[in-house]
T-cell receptor
Framework: EPEVTQTPSHQVTQMGQEVILRCVPI?????FYWYRQILGQKVEFLVS????????KSEIFDDQFSVERPDGSNFTLKIRSTKLEDSAMYFC????????????FGDGTRLSIL | DAKTTQPNSMESNEEEPVHLPCNHS???????IHWYRQLPSQGPEYVIH???SNVNNRMASLAIAEDRKSSTLILHRATLRDAAVYYC??????????????FGEGTQLTVNP
């Protein structure tokens, strides 16, 4: 069964550094998402992406965050200047249509900011 | 977003059926009811979804009340691998833009051997 893959599984970064989290969505999917989950808290939506542009973003997704689909297969989340509070699990998801179709999640990247 | 209410936790015995309830009294006419689960140290996993009629798939069944104000996820024979947090989520039927999933606290299901 096709799956969403995320790399790396664990990223340790110094505060203030830039970090890029990578995702390979399911190949025929059109919609892409990032979510995060701070330890012990709920899964929170960050951003959705369709047709090479952001279609929706949450209040968490401020100017420090950006997303890109640099080629036909990868989908990346960049945090420009990381803060301690960015430490979390980051999940990528994809779906082929919205609403009626499920989102398929990767197993996440654990981001630890020192 | 319309809100859902689930019990914080439930327990079941292995190989017995489990009924996980969800209340969504403010559901709108075009909201789909989605269920996801999250196993320890993994990303959320889609389980099932429906609009009005009951639905079955290889993982579970979804029973939707006639007034759509509640639903029940049914695991027919629980296994130890089904121990997870189960989320009931309403997703609006938006055709042209990405539709966020709003996760609540979910129900922590414990399966006893």
């Amino acid at each position: 069964e096709p799956e969403v893959t995320q790399t790396p599984s664990h990223q340790v970064t110094q505060m203030g550094q830039e970090v890029i989290l990578r995702c390979v969505p399911i190949s025929n999917h059109l919609y892409f998402y990032w979510y995060r989950q701070i330890l012990g808290q709920k899964v929170e939506f960050l951003v959705s992406f369709y047709n090479n542009e952001i279609s929706e973003k949450s209040e968490i997704f401020d100017d420090q965050f950006s997303v890109e689909r640099p080629d036909g297969s990868n989908f990346t989340l960049k945090i420009r200047s990381t803060k301690l509070e960015d430490s979390a699990m980051y999940f990528c998801a994809s779906s082929d249509k919205t609403g009626r179709q499920p989102q398929h999640f990767g197993d996440g990247t654990r981001l630890s900011i020192l | 977003d319309a809100k859902t209410t689930q019990p914080n936790s439930m327990e079941s015995n292995e190989e017995e059926p489990v009924h996980l309830p969800c209340n969504h009294s403010t559901i709108s006419g075009t909201d789909y009811i989605h269920w996801y689960r999250q196993l320890p140290s993994q990303g959320p996993e889609y389980v099932i979804h429906g609009l009005t009629s009951n639905v079955n798939n290889r993982m579970a069944s979804l029973a939707i009340a006639e007034d759509r104000k509640s639903s029940t996820l049914i695991l027919h024979r629980a296994t130890l691998r089904d121990a997870a947090v189960y989320y009931c989520i309403l997703s609006p039927k938006i055709e042209t833009s990405g539709s966020r999933l709003t996760f609540g606290e979910g129900t922590q299901l414990t399966v006893n051997p």
